[in-house]
């Protein structure tokens, strides 16, 4: 198969830093569509895949999953894109296409196993696939999804993981008019799941460990703003709530928060803590009381969710930084020091 050669950032190990590196890209498959990455927002899944947290990244690895670019060639059995299009891809890039899981929507779950974007077993070329800290990006057409014309592309990145990750549990579980919503941790996916939740019409509460966060929650829409170790506040929660999105990305309790749940409420992780997280029997067994989990969304999902968010006038809040700043940027999230995404411009490669 014909190869390109593209720059791209990425880390040799998980005690090296990212680096400008060449990768190769299969050259454009009849149904297949390459564009330029302009936009790549950094999610904490990025960091955690660099560092090995979860063991078996493949070197070198080129992260990046939120990409927003424009079209540059088509394959000639593309029908729906075309050159100077702007586009995203998320997550998803391959998946089997007719298992009971692809048919219902739902790739994420494929049961042959879906490929991702970055850090996947590459069904076409081989070896592994490369993320968008990267010039270009070349997939099927199938898991492209055209973007709204946001007026600022570069805060509309995030949605392509960050925004389905916490769209998707929303609506799967009744996001709404009536319904009291929580959200754990404020970063990239917990302030989306506030201002998306908020749209939707629920009432949400957030809990922080960070305080300068208390304040400014509200103003991305929250209703109520608790500081995660003010026990006492916590508490007047009790049995409040319908249903809890954990965003957390590190080894925390959940027990304190199952408490907050109504009967039959769900505390939802989507948060990736590397440790296995423990459960006390009464925090569920008392009101027959769920602890559930999420991942991303399916492709016809994500379109819906972008088309949502631009009605709503919805993007995350960004800090737009050049790619040779990824290191000290991947140093910031991991002490949960930013508002709310990182965006890398990808103009600066
Ligand atoms: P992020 O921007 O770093 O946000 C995580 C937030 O969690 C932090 O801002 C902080 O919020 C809170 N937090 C961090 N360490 C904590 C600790 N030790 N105890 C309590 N709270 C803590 O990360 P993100 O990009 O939003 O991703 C969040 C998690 O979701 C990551 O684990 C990521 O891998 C995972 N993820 C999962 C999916 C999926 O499909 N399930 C998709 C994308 C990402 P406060 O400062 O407000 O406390
Ligand atoms: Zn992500």
């Known amino acids: 198969m014909d190869i390109r050669q593209v720059k791209a950032y990425g880390a040799a190990s998980a005690s090296a830093p990212l680096e400008e590196i060449t990768i190769n890209r299969r050259a454009v498959q009849p149904h297949d569509v390459e564009f330029e990455i302009l936009y790549c927002g950094i999610c904490h899944s990025d960091l955690h895949q660099v560092k090995d947290d979860f063991g078996g990244t493949m070197w070198p690895i080129v992260p990046g999953h939120e990409l927003l670019g424009r079209v540059t060639m088509v394959g000639n059995h593309v029908k729906d894109?075309?050159?100077?299009?702007?586009?995203?891809?998320?997550?998803?890039?391959?998946?089997?296409?007719?298992?009971?899981?692809?048919?219902?929507?739902?790739?994420?779950?494929?049961?042959?196993?879906?490929?991702?974007?970055?850090?996947?077993?590459?069904?076409?070329?081989?070896?592994?696939?490369?993320?968008?800290f990267s010039k270009t990006y070349v997939c099927d057409e199938k898991y492209v999804l055209r973007m709204p014309a946001f007026e600022d592309l570069a805060a509309a990145a995030p949605l392509l993981c960050a925004g389905i990750t916490v769209y998707s549990p929303l609506k799967h579980w009744g996001a709404g008019p009536g319904k009291k919503v929580g959200i754990?941790?404020?970063?990239?996916?917990?302030?989306?799941?506030?201002?998306?939740?908020?749209?939707?019409?629920?009432?949400?509460?957030?809990?922080?460990?960070?305080?300068?966060?208390?304040?400014?929650?509200?103003r991305l829409g929250a209703d109520h703003a608790v500081l995660s170790s003010d026990e006492e506040q916590i508490a007047t929660y009790n049995r409040q709530l319908h249903f809890i999105i954990d965003t957390v990305s590190a080894k925390h309790d959940v027990?304190?928060?199952?408490?907050?749940?109504?009967?039959?409420?769900?505390?939802?992780?989507?948060?990736?803590?590397?440790?296995?997280?423990?459960?006390?029997?009464?925090?569920?067994?008392?009101?027959?009381?769920?602890?559930?989990?999420?991942?991303?969304?399916?492709?016809?999902?994500?379109?819906?969710?972008?088309?949502?968010?631009?009605?709503?006038?919805?993007?995350?809040?960004?800090?737009?930084?050049?790619?040779?700043?990824?290191?000290?940027a991947f140093e910031l999230l991991e002490k949960g020091d930013v508002k709310y995404r990182f965006v890398i411009d990808m103009s600066s490669l």
Do not use: W
């Not at 754990?184 to 960070?210: C, Q, R």
């Open 81 to 132: 894109f075309k050159p100077g299009d702007l586009v995203g891809v998320g997550c998803i890039v391959d998946s089997c296409g007719h298992c009971e899981y692809c048919d219902e929507g739902i790739e994420q779950f494929c049961e042959e196993g879906v490929t991702f974007s970055f850090n996947s077993v590459d069904q076409v070329l081989g070896g592994h696939t490369y993320g968008g």
């Open 184 to 218: 754990l941790g404020i970063g990239g996916l917990g302030h989306l799941a506030i201002k998306i939740a908020k749209a939707m019409g629920a009432e949400v509460t957030v809990f922080t460990t960070s305080p300068a966060k208390v304040d400014d929650a509200k």
């Open 255 to 328: 027990n304190m928060y199952l408490n907050l749940l109504r009967h039959d409420g769900t505390v939802v992780l989507v948060g990736l803590p590397p440790q296995p997280l423990e459960i006390g029997a009464f925090n569920v067994v008392m009101g027959r009381r769920s602890f559930a989990g999420s991942n991303i969304g399916g492709i016809a999902e994500t379109q819906e969710m972008l088309d949502f968010c631009f009605q709503h006038g919805i993007t995350a809040d960004s800090e737009i930084i050049p790619i040779q700043d990824v290191n000290d």
